[in-house]
T-cell receptor
Framework: DGGITQSPKYLFRKEGQNVTLSCEQN?????MYWYRQDPGQGLRLIYY???????QKGDIAEGYSVSREKKESFPLTVTSAQKNPTAFYLC???????????FGQGTRLTVV | AQRVTQPEKLLSVFKGAPVELKCNYS??????LFWYVQYSRQRLQLLLR??SRESIKGFTADLNKGETSFHLKKPFAQEEDSAMYYC????????????FGTGTRLQVTL
């Protein structure tokens, strides 16, 4: 079954700890994206990648890091430097060239 | 600065009434424009894109380059249209960057 999978669905972490969110796709898409969704602020782009071993900062990259070692995987690490990490995180993928983006079901991260 | 604006956070209409969800963009170059929708408890998904010029679920969106707008319209709202709608410009090139507006929640009531 093709698609994009985020795990886990819910994640709880203590303040000061780094945490990594998983995003995997089997759609053979080159482009992958990470967004943060907060009430009233829409989706804000954290990082995006067009090709393996390459990625660019989005609009709110501070306190986050990513890697793109494999085409199908684009994990996001929320570091202790992120001042307000509690949020809903969405991963997406698309073919290059302006086509439809497919989204995961999201990970809700709560930092206590 | 590159910016996409959806001025209404909430739009409430009666069933059968016309709907217009506004989107204005300010981008250098010519972005491709999309509307995405998120129904309750479902994933965010593509509703329509401007280059296809099609009508999906009765919705249409016309790109007005002069006004830099891409408003989403439907002549008669249905209850099942209640959802969160996002306007999304895509800048293509060496690094395609897909960004989203702040979203408009459409509430269709009886």
């Amino acid at each position: 079954d093709g698609g994009i999978t985020q795990s886990p669905k819910y994640l709880f972490r203590k303040e000061g700890q780094n945490v990594t969110l998983s995003c995997e796709q089997n759609l053979n898409h080159d482009a992958m994206y990470w967004y943060r969704q907060d009430p009233g602020q829409g989706l804000r782009l954290i990082y995006y990648s067009q090709i393996v071993n390459d990625f660019q900062k989005g609009d709110i990259a501070e306190g986050y890091s990513v890697s793109r070692e494999k085409k199908e995987s684009f994990p996001l690490t929320v570091t202790s430097a992120q001042k307000n990490p509690t949020a809903f995180y969405l991963c997406a993928s698309s073919s290059t060239g302006g086509t439809e983006a497919f989204f995961g079901q999201g990970t809700r991260l709560t930092v206590v | 600065a590159q910016r996409v604006t959806q001025p209404e956070k909430l739009l409430s209409v009666f069933k059968g009434a016309p709907v217009e969800l506004k989107c204005n963009y300010s981008y250098s170059g010519s972005p491709e424009l999309f509307w995405y929708v998120q129904y309750s408890r479902q994933r965010l998904q593509l509703l329509l894109r401007h280059i296809s010029r099609e009508s999906i679920k009765g919705f249409t969106a016309d790109l007005n380059k002069g006004e830099t707008s891409f408003h989403l319209k439907k002549p008669f709202a249905q209850e099942e249209d209640s959802a969160m709608y996002y306007c999304a410009p895509l800048l293509t090139g060496t690094a395609s960057k897909l960004t989203f507006g702040t979203g408009t929640r459409l509430q269709v009531t009886l």
